[in-house]
């Protein structure tokens, strides 16, 4: 009898135990599980932040004495919807405030500013760099108190114009970053990596280990470098700036609709790096007319035809096997270019930002 109560009891503390361990067990699944949509979930949503509305454009006064760098007299006078509801210029910190809390409210988590060096293929010219107009962005979204609201990252512009030629100059490019840029909590960083963006990045291709190196020695556990437009190995992720079909020497303008730059940037996306990490460019639209004579432009472009165009990057995005997933949209304010999502005079209510709020909430909805 003294021996069935004990074999009872210890079978009855058997049965807890194993609940316990069974409960333990679903316990961690769920969190595993949560975890795993969360990550899916998790996509850094970024875009390009271009300086042409600050500094003063030479000989404007006929038409406008005021007229930032970037504004011409026909993208003042026959564009005059792309105008920002703040007015052409941004260049104080009541607009920079604005624009962070809008992107930051409609689901936009990080700026990559336009980053230009200043004597093309020279030296590096600290002085001049800091005094160039086109830099100014990144400077007033430090200054201002709401920033940490959003994360930011460098796009070196390295095209005519702003050339960083040679080992040299492109590792104190990096020592000058580290120092005014990096350094931030809200520097954009992979694993403890600062994030840059390259454009033409060729010209630092033959320098990627001296400038991990570099980096290594200021402290970083390496740096992330995203190629955009060129698909040589050795760098982190590939991308693009913008992409647009090209035509040569046409004689007039040439108008396609914007579903067809739609199709042609995401066959890009699958084809352009096959085997490597790719982010998706999305396309706020094409149509440079205001600064160039014969070109391609795309119309018709429409809050619509944008969301679809995102969602498909976040799909793509859903398929990477790396858990770094970005997407990049072109671009939060080329309004000479015709890709921008800042609300203008023409879309007073900012219809494009509402569909990224619009993706996050459908991520949401499909991942939880």
Request: include cysteine; charged fraction near 25%; charge should be positive.
């Amino acid at each position: 009898m003294n021996s069935y109560i004990f074999l009872s009891k210890t079978s009855d503390r058997m049965k807890t135990i194993l609940r316990f361990r069974l409960v333990c067990l679903i316990v961690f699944a769920n969190l595993c599980h949560t975890f795993a949509l969360a990550q899916k979930q998790n996509i850094l949503i970024c875009t390009y932040y271009f300086e042409g509305w600050a500094g003063h454009r030479a000989n404007s006064e006929s038409w406008n004495k005021n007229a930032p760098t970037h504004l011409t007299e026909k993208l003042q006078k026959q564009f005059p919807g792309r105008e920002p509801i703040w007015g052409w210029r941004d260049d104080n910190d009541d607009v920079m405030k604005r624009q962070i809390n809008l992107a930051h409210d409609n689901g936009i988590d990080c700026f990559f500013f336009d980053w230009y060096w200043a004597d093309s293929k020279k030296e590096i010219n600290v002085k001049k760099i800091e005094e160039k107009p086109t830099n100014e962005c990144v400077s007033r979204f430090l200054k201002v108190d709401d920033n940490y609201k959003m994360k930011f990252a460098l796009m070196i512009a390295n095209h005519s114009g702003a050339e960083i030629v040679g080992k040299d100059n492109w590792l104190k490019a990096i020592d000058y970053f580290s120092d005014k840029y990096f350094k931030k909590n809200n520097y954009l960083k992979v694993d403890g990596k600062p994030v840059i963006a390259v454009f033409s990045p060729r010209a630092i291709y033959p320098y990627l280990e001296d400038v991990r190196k570099e980096a290594v020695k200021l402290g970083y556990p390496d740096i992330f470098i995203i190629s955009l437009g060129y698909g040589g190995k050795g760098f982190d992720a590939y991308s693009w700036y913008n992409t647009f079909e090209t035509v040569k020497n046409s004689p007039k303008d040439i108008e396609k609709p914007y579903k067809d730059l739609i199709s042609f940037v995401e066959n890009k996306w699958s084809n352009q790096y096959p085997n490597s990490l790719t982010f998706p460019i999305v396309m706020a639209g094409w149509d440079r007319r205001p600064w160039q004579e014969k070109v391609l432009y795309y119309s018709q472009r429409s809050p619509k035809l944008f969301y679809s165009h995102l969602s498909n990057a976040a799909d793509f995005v859903m398929k990477e096997e790396s858990q770094q997933k970005m997407i990049f949209i072109y671009a939060w304010n080329e309004m000479g270019e015709g890709g921008y999502l800042v609300p203008t005079k023409d879309d007073k209510k900012g219809a494009y930002l509402k569909k990224i709020r619009k993706l996050r909430k459908r991520l949401s909805q499909k991942y939880n």
